[in-house]
């Protein structure tokens, strides 16, 4: 099968160290997210890709062949990438047909088959009617679907995607993941898709490299990193959740109520940091909650489980439910979620139901 392999790419400009010795193995017909705040490298490695940028060290491979190392590339254009701006890049003179035609009349591909090749690049895309329009006369999500058809156009074996939805508003980008997701299984091309918003990549993509100042932090499937991230950083950065530190626990372990409620209690100086998901921490709204049954998980009733108490710091309403943040005894704070607002200074208690351990801070 082939693959796009990154063995240690490194890219320095200057003294600043860019990408510092990424490596990552991506099967074709993937659909990859480069995921990480600004200057963490992930635009930098899709222009390394494409052939914008050399490598400073390293080598770029796909299927077998070497497209860059430390001084030498393959030039962009013989690549067969396939690449798509956040800024669309179209002719402003061109119709949408011209525009997709493009890279066919660069590799002087004439007559029926650059009809043939421009409608059906325009039908995997649902832009075939508009052919003959000019690109100020369509929405920022059709202009985008331009963008791909022209990508797609040429067959190419990789489509690199820069944060293709930045410019557009919260509706039209729900629109348009959906749009790549079509897209994707449609042509079973191997997509690198750069993105900030831990959103997108998340919903989006089959495996997300998370990147933080020029490395790669944690390569992993979706549900691998909103579950059992490895590093506090991660857990910060994707989804919600607080982190609580406890004595005697080893890192990379999923605790269940039993252990988190019994671990609480303990002191100790080795203290591991331990994310708690909103979802995972469950509000008692009565004082003595065991006289509401009804409230409680299935593990209260043991004898090993037992509450936290807590004080309500804020509650907001964030449509389907309210978020709210709490503060324990020891001073750690939680957010969690519920289906009703909850009184600033209330006390109520809660049981953790479910918790992972992470590595310690370095």
Known sequence: MAELILEQVSKRFGQSLAVNNLSLNIQ???????????????????????????????????????????????????????MVFQSYALW???SVADNVGYPLKHRRIKGGEYTRRVMLALETVQMEALAQRMPQDLSGGQRQRVALARCLVTDPDVVLLDEPLANLDRHLRASMEESFREFHRRTGATL????????????????????????LVQWAKPE????????????GFIGQGSIIHLADVVPGQCLQASD?????????????????RPEHIRLHLDDNPH???SLLPPAAHSLQARTLP???????FR?????????????DELTCYHHTGLTEGAQIHLTLEQGWSLEPAA
Request: hydrophobic share 40%; glycine share 8%; charged share 20%.
């Open 192 to 215: 690198i898709y750069v993105t900030h918003d831990q959103s997108e990549a998340m919903s989006l993509a089959d495996q997300i490299a998370v990147m933080h100042q020029g490395q």
């Open 310 to 316: 807590a004080r309500v710091l804020s509650s907001f």
């Open 224 to 235: 691998e990193l909103y579950q059992t991230p490895k590093t506090q950083w991660i857990a």
């Open 28 to 82: 074709q017909g993937a659909f990859v997210a480069l995921l990480g705040p600004s200057g963490c490298g992930k635009t930098t490695t899709l222009r390394m890709l494409a052939g914008f940028e050399t490598l400073s060290s390293g080598r770029i491979l796909l299927n077998d062949t070497c497209l860059a190392s430390d001084g030498w590339q393959v030039p962009t254009e013989d690549r067969n990438m396939g």
């Open 319 to 331: 449509g389907e439910r309210y978020e709210i943040k709490v503060q324990l005894i020891n001073g």
């Open 291 to 293: 006289e509401k049954p």
């Open 260 to 276: 988190l409620m019994a671990l609480t209690a303990r002191s100790g100086e080795q203290r591991t940091p331990v994310l708690i």
């Open 92 to 94: 402003p003179h061109m």
